[in-house]
């Protein structure tokens, strides 16, 4: 049972927790991006994305973004949930997770303009929503609990610089160059049934895990979260190779020489074989590490905290010991570092 | 894959005068066109927004116009353009003037009278809106909107469906002054009128109809313009009684007189008007209210014989397949089938059955039921026939296939080659994900093991961001199809890219229009 807890306490637990109740499913894999989708028979139906209840967002003031959730059930903003709009208004994005009542209207004063020397408010409506790039959802989180609209105009402006992008602190300018890329990356990766969470790998670099409460809620944030949270990534792992396109053929490959139809089908399966057990090895490496949970509030009967790990740092939203929401990108240390620890390649 | 189609096409040479630059830009252009044409419905796909695939659209149009106008006016007469394909190439023709081409002008007229009479009337009505929008207001334009609705058998049908539509359609074409003219000397009886207004009634309405069909015309143009007195036609009459006589409605389209419903009859249902209306219904109407009328309990016959392929497996999808159905894409699979020059002894088709043949939400499981009804004639085409989908399940014709997970196709490929077909036919949007290039490779190394069985992918959605249809292997020419019978567009691609004299022989041949042909 959920007892309640004073902002700041500290729980420990591990990834597994995060993971409980999903399977690997098959590894899909397309240029430098690879995800093993998370499949689950666990739906957990009572809780919304903004994308699914179609939610009106808004902006009071620059630094505050609002959410109405007219719908039945608890809507959970996806942490660094952000909204670029063709209006002449702020285009801001959220520093952390958040949770919506039923039928009700919150604001988060906490916010960040995506979007510098750009004057005006968001009007009420529904929006196309994006998570913020990877590269950003660090610094974010670190600056969750600051007041101040301008506080990720610098970092926007590192990153656009790092992607050759001019435009200080206007995220739109990356969206708008690296938009066929990144539509692509949404074009690529097919949710599977049952899926509920990703891990997200580039460059053969684990660089994401994410977990939603149920399959529909996965639905409406995976576009999201492929294109501008990972697909920025890969974006980046493609100038780090120095623009390289990225190479279409599989990872594992099938040897020149095959003699016949029966060994070329046995050779498909086997490698299918080895990349399913490939990730469900990398799942498993993931399921010991320690996640040091910090409790920052209760909204509607869940709680919202803070996660870091040597490797991951994001939030995780509990029902009572239950997780249910989890959003844990890497921190752009361990990105930097990783050297791919998966499975043997395939050899023959 | 050019044994499948027919052609009018003789070898000879056609002389087209086409110039060197022409001659190098047209095959690349024209694939782009044909990849667009043949799949682009101007609404978002599972992978594309509306926006990204109308700029992609329009990019295609816009090149291969650029390049000649009379290849461009043939193409979109292809059978298997989409409708909308028509629409945005109709409007390119009105709002540019003619400078040059390879044909002699009249071709350009009557093929783009062709192409608006092709359309279904809300179409062409849309195009007329589009014109509108786009402040197309030429000769040409006037007198082709004003023809097509004022010389048209079931415009007093269409008045009272499409009145505002008409309304907006036709006062572009007159201008809101003589519309307006038009109203009140229409009020009038021909005998009451002056010389002045005769001429303004037989310049504007009357010399587009014919003579016996003055009255009639006069009165729906009147109807359209938002005058009711005096109708005598009977649905216009209907449409003004109905307002205080609900059963007076019996005669309007459903929809119309739905509007009626809720403005007037606020105390009479949905499902009285089904009821009511259900002889007045289209025979697209007849299929697509089947969900409502089986919850409004009214029953709604209609004839599956009547629907293309595409249409009765998205119906199924929905309402569930039965004996009738089934017997109907059997007839209209073997009927197609027997249309195409060959016959194969076994043919293998592999269908990509991966979450994204759903389509987007506005057309859901268009893909899927095009890859569908694609493997029903495929099948057809051989006294033996293999379908497997991309997850390898063995499947039969007139069988739905749910789409759901990834995309792996190679395993498939091997496993159908393996029962020794003539040829493979891959239906899939080419998006492989399990993982990708692993088709490709398998294609490279089934040819490498000295198998050459043809293998061919038919591709059922338009891909805005490669600006054409998805290629799964470098090897394997990708072929766009928007419904069974159009598979002919990939042999003419394929032609125009090896030889393109031949090509634009085969296009002029294939869009029938013949006479407008310099002598071979």
Redesign the interface.
């Known amino acids: 049972m959920f007892r309640k807890r004073k902002k700041n306490t500290s729980t420990r637990i591990e990834v597994r927790e995060v993971l409980r109740g999903c399977e690997a499913?098959?590894?899909?894999?397309?240029?430098y991006m690879q995800v093993i989708?998370l499949v689950s028979d666990l739906n957990d139906d009572r809780f919304v994305s903004p994308v699914q209840c179609d939610a009106d967002v808004y902006t009071t003031s620059y630094g505050t973004l609002g959410f109405l959730n007219s719908s039945e059930s608890v809507m959970i903003v996806p942490c660094h949930a952000g909204y670029v709009v063709k209006q002449h208004a702020q285009d801001h994005a959220m520093a952390h997770a958040g949770v919506v009542a039923a039928a009700g209207d919150r604001r988060y004063d906490t916010a960040a303009c995506i979007q510098a020397s750009q004057g005006g408010f968001i009007k009420k409506g529904s929006y196309r929503m994006l998570i913020l790039p990877h590269a950003l959802r660090e610094h974010a989180l670190q600056k969750r609990g600051e007041k101040n609209y301008q506080k990720l105009w610098d970092d926007i402006s590192v990153f656009n610089q790092r992607l050759g992008v001019t435009g200080q602190g206007h995220l739109e300018y990356f969206l708008k160059a690296f938009k066929?890329e990144l539509?692509?990356f949404?074009?690529?990766?097919?949710?599977?049934?049952g899926q509920v969470g990703a891990i997200v790998l580039v460059d053969d670099r684990v660089v994401g895990i994410e977990r939603a409460p149920s399959h529909e809620y996965w639905l409406s944030i995976w576009p999201s979260l492929i294109r501008e949270c990972y697909g920025s990534l890969a974006i980046e792992a493609a100038k780090a190779n120095g623009d390289r396109a990225p190479d279409?053929?599989?990872?594992?490959?099938?040897p020149?020489e095959?003699?016949?139809?029966?060994e070329?089908?046995s050779l498909?399966?086997e490698i299918?074989s080895q990349?399913d057990e490939r990730a469900r090895s990398t799942v498993r490496d993931l399921l010991d590490e320690p996640l040091d949970l910090l409790f920052e509030e209760t909204v509607a009967d869940v709680s919202i905290d803070t996660a870091t790990s040597e490797h991951f740092t994001g939030q995780v939203i509990r029902d009572g010991d239950k997780i249910v929401y989890a959003s844990l990108p890497a921190t752009s240390a361990f990105v930097k570092s990783q050297a791919w620890t998966r499975a043997e390649p395939f050899a023959i | 894959m050019q044994n499948l189609i027919a052609t009018q096409v003789d070898d000879r040479k056609q002389a087209f005068g086409l110039t060197e630059t022409q001659r190098e830009l047209l095959p690349l252009a024209f694939g782009s066109f044909l990849d667009s044409v043949a799949t682009a419905t101007g609404r978002g796909t599972?992978?594309?927004s509306r926006e990204?695939q109308a700029a992609a659209v329009e990019a295609a149009h816009h090149d291969l116009f650029d390049i000649d106008r009379d290849v461009y006016t043939a193409a979109l007469m292809l059978p298997g353009v989409t409708d909308y394909s028509r629409q945005i190439g109709v409007r390119r023709l009105l709002q540019t003037t003619r400078d040059g081409g390879i044909l002699p002008a009249e071709f350009e007229a009557a093929a783009m009278t062709l192409l608006v009479r092709g359309l279904p009337t809300q179409r062409m009505l849309k195009l007329f809106g589009m014109l509108r929008r786009d402040r197309v207001n030429n000769a040409r334009t006037r007198r082709l909107i004003l023809s097509e609705i004022l010389g048209a058998g079931g415009l007093e049908f269409w008045a009272v469906k499409y009145r505002e539509k008409l309304r907006v359609a036709m006062t572009h074409a007159w201008g809101r002054r003589t519309a307006s003219i038009l109203r009140s000397v229409l009020a009038k009886s021909p005998d009451e009128r002056t010389e002045k207004e005769t001429q303004i009634v037989r310049q504007n309405v009357t010399r587009f109809v014919r003579d016996d069909a003055a009255g009639r015309v006069e009165q729906c143009v009147r109807f359209v313009l938002g005058d009711e007195t005096g109708a005598t036609l009977g649905r216009l009459a209907a449409y003004r009684d109905a307002k205080s006589d609900f059963d007076r409605g019996a005669v309007l389209p459903p929809e119309t007189m739905e509007g009626l419903r809720s403005r007037y009859h606020k105390d009479r249902t949905s499902a009285e008007v089904l009821e009511l209306t259900k002889s007045q219904l289209t025979t697209g109407q007849k299929i697509a209210v089947q969900r409502k009328a089986e919850q409004s309990g009214v029953e709604v016959e209609f004839d599956p014989a009547k629907y293309d392929a595409v249409r009765l497996y998205v119906y199924t999808f929905e309402m569930g397949m039965t004996d009738e159905i089934r017997l109907a894409l059997r007839n209209k699979a073997e009927t197609a089938a027997a249309g195409l020059p060959v016959q194969f002894e076994r043919v293998g088709v592999l269908i990509d059955a991966?979450?994204?043949m759903i389509g987007h939400d506005t057309q859901a499981r268009r893909p899927i039921a095009t890859a569908l009804a694609l493997r029903d004639l495929l099948s057809a085409t051989a006294d033996d026939a293999v379908a497997i989908t991309s997850d390898g399940r063995a499947i039969d014709s007139y069988e739905l296939v749910e789409p759901?997970?990834?995309?792996?196709l190679?395993?498939g490929l091997?496993?159908l080659?393996?029962s020794d077909p003539d040829v493979v036919f891959v239906l899939s949007d080419g998006?492989?994900?399990?993982?990708?290039?692993?088709f490709?490779?398998?294609v490279a190394?089934?040819r490498?093991?000295g198998?050459h069985t043809p293998i061919h992918q038919f591709t059922p959605v338009f891909?805005?961001?490669s600006q054409g249809v998805r290629t799964l292997s470098d090897s394997v020419v990708a072929m766009p199809v928007s419904k069974p019978e159009a598979i002919g567009l990939g042999l003419l691609k394929a032609l125009i890219e090896s030889d393109v004299e031949r090509g634009v022989a085969a296009l002029f041949g294939m869009t029938k229009v013949a006479g407008y042909l310099p002598a071979a």
């Open positions: 499913g098959r590894l899909q894999s397309v240029g989708p066929k539509d692509e949404v074009a690529e990766f097919e949710c599977v049934p279409r053929s599989p990872r594992v490959q099938l020149v095959i003699a016949s139809l029966d070329l089908e498909i399966a299918a990349e | 599972f992978y594309n990204e991966s979450q994204s759901s997970g990834d995309t792996s190679a395993a091997v496993q080659l393996k998006y492989e994900n399990a993982p990708a290039g692993r490709g490779e398998t190394a089934v490498r093991i198998i891909a805005a961001e």
